[in-house]
C-alpha cells in the first residue's frame, strides 16, 4: 500500500552531461540541405545546358559550373568570363534565394524537434547551441567543397564570400526553424514580449503586405502594357522554344524582387539597376540595360505615367491598415480588462455579503 501511495521521484536532467541529442543529426540535416539545393540547381543548369544548340561549353564544364549556380542561390555574386568581357551578376533572384533558405528552416525545424525532447530548460538551450553551431559550420564547410570542385574560370564565385554567406544562411533560416520547433524564444528573451508588440507586428506586416502587392500589381500592370517589347527582347537572344521556357522560368525566379523593386518606387525612394538606370519618384532615366524580357517593365520615358502614380498611396493605405489592426486590438482589450474589472468588483461585492 505505501509503494502504491507513494509519489515517484521526477528524475532531473543534469545540464552538465553531454546534450542527449547526437550531433550527427546537425551533420545530417546540413548534409541534406546542402544536396537537395545543389541536385535542383543542377537540374535546372544542365536542363540550360541541353537545351542551347548552340553551346559549345563541353559536358563536364556544365557539371563543373553546377556549384557556381549553386553559390549564387546564397547571394554570391557570380563572374562569368574574364578580362575586359567579364560580366558580374551581383543581383540574386529572390526566388532562387528561397530555395535554400527553405530548406535550411525545414532542417533547423527538425533539429528543434530533437531538442524539445531534452529535459529541462538550461539542457534544452546547450543542445540547441551545440546542433546549430555544428549545423552552420558543416554547411559552410560543404559550400567550400562545393565551389572548390565545381567552378571554372568562365563560370565562378570567390570562394570566402561563398562560405561566409553559406554560414548567415544557416544561421539565420536555421536558427528561426529551430528556435521556433523548440520552443526556445521566452527562454532565450528571459521574459514575455508585451501584448502591445504582436499587434504592432501584425500592423506592420499589414502595411508591409499592402506595400509589396501594389508593386506586384506595377510590375503586373508595367508588362501588359509592354507584352510587345518584351516578345521581342525574347525573341533577340534566339533562345528557341527549350531555351525560352527556361527563360520564362528566370522571368518568375526575378518576379519578387521585381516586386520589392517597384515597391520601392512605390514609398518614393526608387531604385537603380546597374550604372546607368535609376526610376524614382521625381523622374526616371533609362540607360542601356541586359536584353531581359523582366526589364520591359521599366518606363520609357523620364517621367511617370498618370497609372503608375496610383501606387503612391500604397504606404498611406497600409498605414490606414496598420492604424485599423492596432485600434481594433486595442478596443479589444479594453473590454476584456473591463469584464475583467467588473467581474472583480462582483466577486468582492459576494464575499463581503457572505462575511
Known sequence: MSDVLSRPTLRRYDARQPSSVPLRQALLRALVAALVGYVVV??????????????????????????????????????????????????????????????????????????REVAGERAR??????????????????????????STSALHVARFSVIGWAALAALVAGGIGLGTAARLWPALTGYRLPAQVPVAL??????????????????????????????????????????????????VLYAPSAAVYASAYAVGTGFVIGSGTSVAASGAHVGVVPSFPLLAALPRGEHASAASTLVWAAPVVGGLLAGVIIARAGAAGVRGGGAGGGGGRGAGRARAVRR
Open 125 to 150: 538551450l546547450r543542445a540547441a547551441a551545440e546542433l546549430l553551431a555544428t549545423f552552420v559550420a558543416t554547411y559552410a564547410l560543404l559550400a567550400g567543397l562545393i565551389v572548390a570542385s565545381t
Open 202 to 251: 501584425r500592423g506592420a506586416g499589414a502595411a508591409l503586405a499592402v506595400v509589396l502587392s501594389a508593386g506586384a500589381l506595377l510590375v503586373a500592370a508595367a508588362l501588359a502594357l509592354a507584352t510587345g517589347r518584351a516578345a521581342d527582347l525574347a525573341h533577340g537572344l534566339g533562345t528557341g522554344i527549350p531555351g525560352g521556357f527556361l527563360l520564362a522560368v528566370l522571368c
Open 42 to 115: 543542377a537540374a535546372i543548369v544542365l536542363a540550360a545546358w541541353g537545351t542551347d544548340s548552340r553551346s559549345a561549353v563541353s559536358t563536364l564544364a556544365a557539371m563543373r559550373s553546377i556549384g557556381s549556380v549553386w553559390a549564387f542561390a546564397h547571394r554570391t555574386p557570380l563572374h562569368v568570363g574574364s578580362g575586359s568581357t567579364a560580366l558580374h551578376l551581383g543581383l540574386t533572384p529572390l526566388g532562387l534565394l528561397a530555395l535554400p533558405v527553405a530548406l535550411l528552416a525545414h532542417g533547423g525545424v527538425r533539429l528543434g524537434r530533437a531538442v
